[in-house]
């Protein structure tokens, strides 16, 4: 899940509102506060490159035995990514993502936020988007204030690291805010001896019903 400029992938979480929450509650809210999924929901993110891009909250699709919801990416109006999520009691997990040259599982379905949202607790994803064989390390590392010019919000940071593909290496925090979602990404890529950044953080949003 995750914000990106125009040339990466992206791993992203839905965003519901801008409310700041005080210190100390993000401990005591669910995962579903930090990766809400409302229809229509959209919110604009601003990239290190100077340009913005749109996430838009779709309707649901059946991929494999179970129903997950659509969140697109949008730049410049065009819809660029599609990627399905389904919300577990133990996770936030990717099914399925889909580009103009063609949709892609994961398997199995990649848990890209875990439960409990506590500072310390590790999980790991080995799997394989498409063909590719993959393994991601996550840690929920800290909580920390951040502000954005969305605002100012108490917030978790996740930390992911992993090699997905032969030469290539990432290393990702994002942060997330209970009732508002992924509020700011700082990814680093590198790919042989070429490294890339990639940041991004919240502008406005416009919730869904």
Known sequence: MGIVNRRALVWIAAVLSLTAVPAGVAAQQSLSAYF?????TVWVYR?????????????TVRVGPADCRVIETLIEGAVTQQECYRLEKDGVYTVQRSTATGSVLLTPPQRILASP????????????IGEQPIVFSYTWARRESVTIP??????????????????????SWRWFAPGVGLVKEDTTLQQGTQT?????ELVQVIMGK
Do not use: C, H
Request: aromatic letters at 12%; a positive charge.
């Open 196 to 200: 890339s950044r990639n940041y991004a």
């Open 47 to 59: 990239a290190n490159s100077g340009g913005e891009f749109m996430l838009r909250v779709g309707g």
């Open 117 to 128: 949202v506590s500072v310390g607790e590790k999980w790991q994803w080995s799997g394989r």
């Open 150 to 171: 969305a605002g100012t919000f108490d917030a978790m940071q996740l930390y992911f690291e992993g090699n997905p593909g032969p030469q290539v290496r990432i290393q």
């Open 36 to 40: 809400p999924m409302n229809p229509g």
